[in-house]
């Protein structure tokens, strides 16, 4: 049966470590019919580095913390300032492949950035979404038995010489910028909102049926079995 609800979750601020552990605990606990859920927050300052992440793309953390994660990709900085939406979709249920997930939220980004005056696009060679070759949004996915979690990251108005400590997602010397660098209103409420619209309309998710503001009750036990297959946005 085709569940046809969304969950949105909205925080004002969640550590990234419990935040993790959840969605994994979500993803490999939810049934056939659990409603998809998205959850919009901003982490503490922290970079993360994906399972298969070199460490040498780190190149001064100093006192931010570093979490080796289990999405696939380099290295990237969450913190405060900056928009993050965790997309745990069942693509299967939605009739959609790894690809065509990536490119439903590198485009609603894009579509959201039009309507403040900013013209973004991807790349087909480095995930994320860019403005004039500098990155303003970074994605990262990870797939488990046909469900997805993690998700992406735009930066809003944040202290941007964190990302000066790391090559991000990888490159070296890569540019970063922001909705505030580029003089766009870069709001908090009003940014999210926009892209979770933008979201819906992307992947064609269904109306958001209730929004919580709390991580999901663990499950009394966690299946004895896991099928993983991973992708990289």
Same mark, same amino acid.
């Given at each position: 049966m085709t569940n046809m609800s969304?969950?949105? =979750?909205?925080? $004002? #601020?969640? %550590?990234?470590?419990?935040?993790?552990?959840?969605?994994?605990? *979500? @993803?490999?606990? =939810?049934?056939? $019919? #659990?409603? %998809?859920?998205?959850?919009?927050?901003?982490?503490?300052?922290? *970079? @993360?580095?994906?399972q298969a992440g070199k460490p040498e793309h780190v190149l001064n953390p100093g006192d931010i913390p570093l979490v080796q994660t289990d999405r696939c990709g380099q290295v990237t900085y969450h913190g405060p300032g900056q928009t993050v939406i965790y997309l745990l979709i069942d693509i299967a249920r939605l009739g959609i492949g790894a690809r065509a997930l990536v490119t439903g939220i590198e485009q609603a980004i894009v579509d959201m950035l039009a309507t403040r005056g900013i013209t973004a696009a991807s790349k087909?060679?480095?995930?994320?979404?860019?403005?004039d070759g500098a990155k303003i949004a970074s994605l990262g996915l990870r797939?488990?038995?046909?469900?997805?979690?993690?998700?992406?990251?735009?930066?809003?108005?944040?202290?941007?010489?964190?990302?000066?400590?790391?090559?991000?997602?990888?490159?070296?010397?890569?540019?970063?910028?922001s909705l505030a660098l580029l003089n766009a209103e870069s709001h908090r409420a009003?940014?999210?909102?926009?892209?979770?619209?933008?979201?819906?309309?992307?992947?064609?998710?269904?109306?958001?049926?209730?929004?919580?503001?709390?991580?999901?009750?663990?499950?009394?036990?966690?299946?004895?079995?896991?099928?993983?297959?991973?992708?990289?946005?």
């Open positions: 969304l969950i949105v =979750r909205q925080f $004002d #601020t969640i %550590d990234y470590a419990p935040c993790w552990q959840a969605m994994k605990t *979500f @993803t490999d606990t =939810r049934g056939p $019919d #659990t409603p %998809d859920e998205l959850w919009v927050l901003e982490h503490p300052p922290v *970079f @993360t580095l994906g087909p060679d480095a995930p994320g979404v860019y403005v797939i488990r038995h046909g469900r997805s979690y993690h998700g992406l990251s735009l930066n809003r108005d944040m202290d941007m010489a964190a990302f000066r400590r790391i090559n991000p997602c990888g490159y070296i010397g890569q540019p970063m910028t009003g940014t999210e909102a926009a892209l979770l619209d933008a979201l819906r309309a992307r992947l064609a998710l269904p109306p958001e049926s209730r929004r919580l503001s709390a991580l999901p009750a663990p499950p009394a036990t966690l299946p004895s079995e896991q099928h993983t297959l991973e992708e990289h946005s």
